[in-house]
């Protein structure tokens, strides 16, 4: 048929595989042909008229809107809300008219996060989406629909349309504040630049699949696994959990790191292993301590950073995965691929339905 798994053994590990150049697809699609500029189409919306975000999603799509949060708060300087599509709607939150409603759905038909958009119809200044599926309802009743071109995805657990998700919320984060003034025509050019390398890098942490795969065995003995991350790794902490129980059915839960003394510290023994996102970056010296108390107390530390992190901290940890250097801004994007294979190989280990986990379904289309 046109969608096979292509010699993959699943569709979720071709779907992973295909990052490189689907991303490279995406970026390709949103930049100007010098590379210097970003082209988003207008539709009458304007990022200067606007003074606040109220970003909507479900499962792994609300986890690329937690990102982007930090990206147009830091970058744009703006301020964002995001939330659960099944709990903003029935809160009734005030939508003030200088807001931007921004819904983020792989299938574009998710019930939840429709029922939200259509809630903010009439209150926010505009309806923007962010979807895999053009024709989708979400896309269409939008005012601006912006594609991210991940192509089909069919393994359940999102895994592509995640890091395309991402690569799109970038591109608008860049996009805000180059207009807003926050952003020089060179400092977007650089930004954009970098971006067009992530691809290789992407590459290169797929390479790592013998770690992850190492990793995962290990991980498939365990009843509970706890993963930890601060600054972007935080929400990117929440979808490796998200991705290992959906497919694996371990148990799994994420905390900013910063919150293990509130309570998930009380969880530690050495059966309960930890799992660790850390590139070397402005809040690394922060997180390596978290590590030492989860190690004082006999836990097992997968440390997941680069090549400055690993030198510092790699050595305490109980297996240490080295990833590429990426500017900080893109970390979450590469390391959503350690994530993924991580929580793939766990579940093949386990012998579960990895396309088809029980339970899920690929879009949910009922309350
Ligand atoms: C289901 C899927 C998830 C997905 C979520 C939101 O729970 O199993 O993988 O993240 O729906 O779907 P959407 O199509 O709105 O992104």
Redesign the pocket.
Known sequence: GQIDKGGYKHFMSKEIAEQPRVLTEVIGYYLSDDATRINLPENGFDFKTIDRLTMV?????FYACLTAKYWFEQIAGMPVEVDIASEFRYREPPITERTAALFV???G??AD?LAALRYCEGKADSILSVVNVPTSSIARESNLALPIMAGPEIG???TKAFTCQLTVLYLMALKAAHDKGRLSDTELADRLSELRSLPSAVNAALALDKSLAHAGLKLSEAQDVLFLGRGLMYPLALEGALKLKEISYIHAEAYASGELKHGPIALIDKSMPVVVKAPRDALFEKTVSNMQEVMARDGKVILITDAAGAAEAGDEAWITIVMPTAPAALTPILYAIPAQLLAYHTAVAKGTDVDQPRN?????TVE
């Open positions: 999603a479900c499962g792994t799509a759905s792989q299938s038909e998710t996060t359940v657990a999102s899920l379904a690929k879009s949910v």
